[in-house]
């Protein structure tokens, strides 16, 4: 079975920066595309962040781009998250998720990690 875990979640005061890591394991990484959503207390689930399964094709929700940066080495099945210029907004549960075709939103991720919580302090 696939399993994805996230790693790197803390604590951070606003304007910092954290990376975090997701690994894979239990099928081939590179097949897979890989997204970051983020939920926060009280609210749904967003997305973040995707990246194909190449490296080749990058997006971001606007709410992070130019702030964060996704990136992945097949190498060592693992996507990261680079997340600067952090916000009090951007306190969430952050999750991974892979995807094995092309995948528009959230529901059509195949696996899902347990998340890993970020919090950016004011």
């Known amino acids: 079975q696939v399993q994805l875990v996230e790693s790197g979640g803390g604590l951070v005061q606003a304007g910092g920066s954290l990376t975090l890591s997701c690994v894979l394991s239990g099928r081939t990484f590179s097949t897979y595309a890989m997204g970051w959503f983020r939920q926060a207390p009280g609210k749904e689930r967003e997305f973040v962040a995707a990246?194909?399964?190449?490296?080749?094709?990058?997006y971001y929700a606007d709410s992070v781009k130019g702030r964060f940066t996704i990136s992945r080495d097949n190498a060592k099945n693992t996507v990261y998250l680079q997340m600067n210029s952090l916000k009090p907004e951007d306190t969430a549960v952050y999750y991974c998720?892979?995807?094995?075709?092309?995948?528009?939103?959230?529901?059509?991720?195949?696996?899902w990690g347990q998340g890993t919580q970020v919090i950016v302090s004011s």
């Open positions: 998720a892979a995807c094995g075709s092309s995948c528009q939103s959230a529901d059509e991720y195949d696996y």
């Open positions: 990246i194909s399964w190449n490296g080749a094709s990058k």
